[in-house]
């Protein structure tokens, strides 16, 4: 390994998938991890692997143990991105479940002290959001929003509120690793 590398991760939220596909697609030096519902939503928004696998590896979650997890211990990566993110992703990262690659994946980087940054998709009491047929106003429930808001309380995360927000705090953690 000549230097560190980003992990990104992928769940099964649609929300502003393509935005923040787009703008992974734009950087260097990076892993995609897809929880298996992630790779579910990306084929329901004709997202097609191949394309993606051209530009970076991708990890998908097929092992019971999440053996990539180990490469946070070798300094492998820099930094952890999640997004988008599932409200059950976060439920589970805020209660320190690890049982899927994507949450091991989060609970490692923590232990190991590496910056995460997620993306969740609740985030507001009312909010527009992405689906396979268009734009669709969704409701978030109180206890979605209660994990993304005990989220922001956790050590080494930042949590952002929109794709804008995600690049500029991707670019400014690369920036800052230069």
Same mark, same amino acid.
């Given at each position: 390994?000549? @230097? ?6 992928? !769940? ?19 892993? /995609?991890?897809?929880?298996? %519902?992630?790779?579910?939503? /990306?084929?329901?928004?004709? &997202?097609?692997? @191949? ?6 590896? &991708?990890? *998908? ?21 999640? %997004?988008? $993110? ?10 320190? =479940?690890?049982?899927?690659? #994507? !949450? ?18 609740? &985030?507001?009491?009312?909010?527009? $959001? ?5 734009? #669709?106003?969704?409701?978030? *429930?109180? =206890?979605? /929003?209660?994990? $993304?808001? @005990? ?5 080494? $995360? !930042? ?6 927000? /995600? &690049? ?11």
């Amino acid at each position: 390994m000549d @230097k560190p590398r980003l992990a990104w991760a992928m !769940t099964g939220s649609g929300h502003y998938i393509k935005e923040c596909l787009d703008f992974l697609l734009t950087l260097d030096a990076v892993d /995609l991890y897809i929880s298996q %519902a992630g790779e579910e939503v /990306l084929k329901m928004y004709g &997202i097609d692997l @191949k394309d993606i696998r051209a530009k970076m590896p &991708i990890y *998908r979650d097929k092992a019971a143990s999440a053996p990539p997890v180990g490469h946070f211990y070798k300094g492998y990566y820099h930094t952890f991105v999640m %997004a988008p $993110t599932t409200s059950n992703t976060v439920a589970k990262c805020v209660l320190g =479940i690890a049982d899927t690659l #994507v !949450t091991n994946l989060y609970s490692q980087a923590g232990k190991c002290r590496v910056p995460s940054i997620v993306y969740p998709c609740d &985030i507001a009491p009312v909010m527009e $959001t992405t689906a396979p047929g268009g734009m #669709v106003m969704v409701y978030p *429930r109180k =206890i979605d /929003l209660e994990g $993304t808001n @005990k989220l922001r309380d956790f050590e080494y $995360t !930042t949590v952002v509120e929109s794709v804008d927000a /995600l &690049i500029h705090q991707v670019n400014t953690r690369l920036a800052a690793l230069k």
